[in-house]
């Protein structure tokens, strides 16, 4: 891979979820030393420090059935306008969760940077892709997908009416589901979103998969690629420290072929790590995976 200028953005944000912590995630991210072994892989690497995001318990949640919206939405915008800003200035964003309803806007802000190359991969063990109507929990951070690809009750989408466009549901494709919830999967399938079950993972292996995914975004006109890589796909034996775990994941060497393949595309042009929780971690081991599977994503090699 080629040396690249690699911009680091922190959202310390766990408004989208209802268990507190994950705004502790780029602290924790930066303390495995995330620039050092970037640097080592052979980047240059600039962090931005965080954004400011809002402290729960000064909050009001709110609506039940969208929880914090009032608070999340501006940290939305915030961030579209710095990852564009990135973009701009040609460096390659990568974003430190913070719960994973930040995806709109950092996806939001390559959207208003002009990529109408993008395609997204999105690791995860749940779809993200709940609405007000279908929301089990009134959780943001099972909703970004539904407002990206700008399929959603009115009621959300109201909430992301500062996009320029959506993403054409057919450049997301969702690898290392296990955990849908019962409207959400309905709606799922209707969705044109192209998805990869641990089912899937199991049968082909994660190797055929992710080049699968990497076809099929291509065939449909993507160049650059975002990995938004939610850290609760990998299994919570590897990966503890997550707000919502769900057994049956990804082995450590499973999400790292993964990673190892996503950087012999070529296309990687941002990242996205997420949802890492340090309450519920045991001595950074989940904030220390996560970087290990970004130095792979960005190219390092085991030879
Ligand atoms: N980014 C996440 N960890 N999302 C978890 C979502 C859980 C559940 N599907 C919900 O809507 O509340
Ligand atoms: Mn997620
Ligand atoms: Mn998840």
Redesign the pocket.
Known sequence: MDALEVGILGVPMDLGSSRRGTDMGPSAIRYARLTEVLRQVGHQVRDFGNLDVPVAESLDAGNPRLKHIEAIEPVWRVLADRVARLAGERRVPLVLGG??SLAVGSIGGLLAAGWDDLGVLWF?A?A?F?DTAT???G?V??MPVACIVGQGSAELLAHTRWLPRYLPAERLVMIGLR?V?PG?REKLRESGIMTYTMQQIDELGIAEVTRRALQYLHGRGARRLYVSF?M?VVDPDVAPGV??PVVGGLTYRESHLAMEIVAESGLLAGMEVV?VNPIRDVLNRTAEVAVALVASAFGKRIL
Do not use: K, L
């Open positions: 719960d994973h995860d749940h993200d709940n929301t089990p929990s959780n951070h099972g955990d919830d959400e939610d609760d707000g919502t949802e």
